[in-house]
């Protein structure tokens, strides 16, 4: 049982009663100093302090709380910054099986395996390449990112300008931000997904004030050590495929096929920039490994949400006021008509 003040101020309803009980008592110390004289009761004084004593609580407004509550809701949001610069189409990846596959198959398939292992949870994409976007706003919608792997491909050749490994870095804080003031209780995990080769002659930035929104995660490194020869990619070939002579690139000023080749340190210290770990997808190791690498607690986090009602039950009481009130208003008639 618990109280709900009908005045919906514990102050105005203490004055109330106070004024209640002032007045019952001022009129019952009239009537006991003139007891002699007066044609009321001790009965009637009864019924009166009971009228005053249920009006005092039905002003407390006694209430019956109700609590439930409901499970499996998640609270996590998963980003994905994926690289799409022209080395993500080298042919010598692998998932989980000695098939060999381009590096931007690799990293769908981790995408896709990652969402089963959210159930419930809220997903965001980042690409980068020439530049950086939020190409999948935040969605439960896991239909949603689906359709986002389907149109997930590399840039261009000619639409690209080198990798930096840093480019979704601005993005991914503004869209944490955005999370974090929305739901602040949240949790957010991060998957960079990549070959780690920094192609562009600049210095790259720190994934470092990530950290300050980031629970967990992993940079995922996909592709190959030995390398491979990096295809020429135009926009016709990501509508049509590259048939099956494909053209590849040189490197600068000479006629030798450029090789490109993983880079597994840059991608360990973008992990440790945003406290996350570092997996290599290869032909024994896909994303279920991480289960391993981080606390399983990210990987499904569920939240008991406890609801209360409040139930003012103030009817009985108004009842038991209302039957006293008719009785004193009988017995006032009653006396009228006993003096006339």
Same mark, same amino acid.
């Given at each position: 049982m618990?109280?709900?003040?009908?005045?919906?101020s514990?102050?105005?309803?203490?004055?109330?009663?106070?004024?209640?009980?002032?007045c019952c008592?001022?009129?019952?110390l009239?009537f006991?100093?003139?007891?002699?004289?007066?044609?009321?009761?001790h009965? =009637?004084?009864l019924?009166?302090?009971?009228?005053a004593i249920?009006?005092?609580?039905?002003?407390?407004?006694?209430?019956i709380?109700?609590s439930?509550?409901?499970?499996a809701?998640?609270?996590?949001?998963v980003?994905?910054?994926?690289?799409?610069?022209?080395?993500?189409?080298?042919?010598?990846?692998?998932y989980?099986?000695?098939?060999t596959?381009?590096r931007?198959q690799?990293?769908? =398939?981790?995408v896709?395996?990652?969402?089963?292992?959210?159930?419930g949870?809220?997903?965001?994409?980042v690409?980068?390449?020439?530049?950086?976007?939020?190409?999948l706003?935040?969605?439960a919608?896991?239909?949603?990112?689906?359709?986002?792997?389907?149109?997930l491909?590399?840039?261009?050749? =000619?639409a690209?300008n080198?990798?930096?490994?840093?480019?979704?870095? =601005?993005?991914?804080l503004?869209?944490?931000?955005?999370?974090?003031?929305?739901y602040?209780?949240?949790?957010?995990?991060?998957y960079?997904?990549?070959?780690?080769?920094?192609?562009?002659?600049v210095?790259?930035?720190?994934?470092?004030?990530?950290?300050?929104f980031?629970?967990?995660g992993?940079?995922?490194?996909?592709?190959?050590?030995?390398?491979?020869?990096v295809?020429?990619?135009?926009?016709?070939?990501?509508?049509?495929?590259?048939?099956?002579?494909?053209?590849?690139?040189d490197?600068?000023?000479s006629s030798?096929?450029a090789?490109?080749?993983?880079?597994p340190q840059?991608l360990k210290?973008?992990?440790?920039?945003f406290?996350?770990?570092?997996?290599?997808?290869?032909?024994?190791?896909?994303?279920?490994?991480?289960?391993?690498?981080?606390?399983h607690?990210?990987?499904v986090?569920?939240?008991?949400r406890?609801?209360?009602?409040?139930?003012?039950?103030?009817?009985?009481?108004?009842?038991?006021?209302a039957?006293?009130l008719?009785?004193?208003?009988g017995?006032?008639?009653?006396?009228?008509r006993?003096?006339?």
């Open positions: 618990a109280f709900t003040p009908l005045l919906h514990w102050l105005l309803t203490i004055l109330l009663d106070i004024l209640i009980l002032i008592g001022t009129g019952f009239i006991w100093k003139h007891r002699n004289s007066s044609d009321s009761t009965l =009637d004084w019924r009166r302090w009971l009228i249920f009006a005092i609580l039905l002003t407390l407004g006694p209430t709380v109700t439930s509550s409901s499970s809701i998640s609270d996590t949001n980003f994905f910054a994926v690289d799409v610069t022209g080395s993500m189409a080298v042919d010598d990846a692998h989980g099986s000695n098939q596959i381009p931007i690799a990293a769908k =398939d981790a896709e395996n990652l969402v089963s292992m959210y159930p949870a809220s997903f965001a994409g690409t980068f390449g020439a530049s950086a976007s939020l190409a706003p935040p969605t919608d896991v239909g949603a990112v689906q359709n986002w792997l389907k149109v491909e590399v840039e261009p050749t =000619d690209s080198g990798t930096q490994l840093s480019e979704p870095v =601005d993005t991914l503004l869209a944490m931000q955005k999370v974090k003031k929305e602040p209780r949240n949790i957010i995990v991060l960079y997904i990549s070959d780690g080769e920094q192609t562009r002659d210095e790259a930035s720190s994934f470092s004030p990530l950290r300050q980031v629970d967990a992993a940079a995922l490194g996909v592709g190959s050590t030995q390398g491979g020869k295809p020429f990619i135009s926009p016709q070939d990501l509508t049509s495929g590259q048939g099956s002579s494909p053209r590849y690139l490197e600068p000023g030798t096929p090789i490109s080749k993983m880079n840059n210290e973008i992990a440790d920039q406290s996350g770990t570092y997996l290599h997808l290869d032909q024994n190791t896909t994303v279920a490994s991480l289960s391993s690498y981080t606390s607690s990210y990987l986090r569920e939240t008991d406890k609801h209360s009602m409040r139930d003012i039950q103030v009817w009985p009481l108004a009842i038991v006021i039957l006293l008719l009785w004193e208003c017995a006032d008639i009653f006396k009228q006993k003096y006339q």
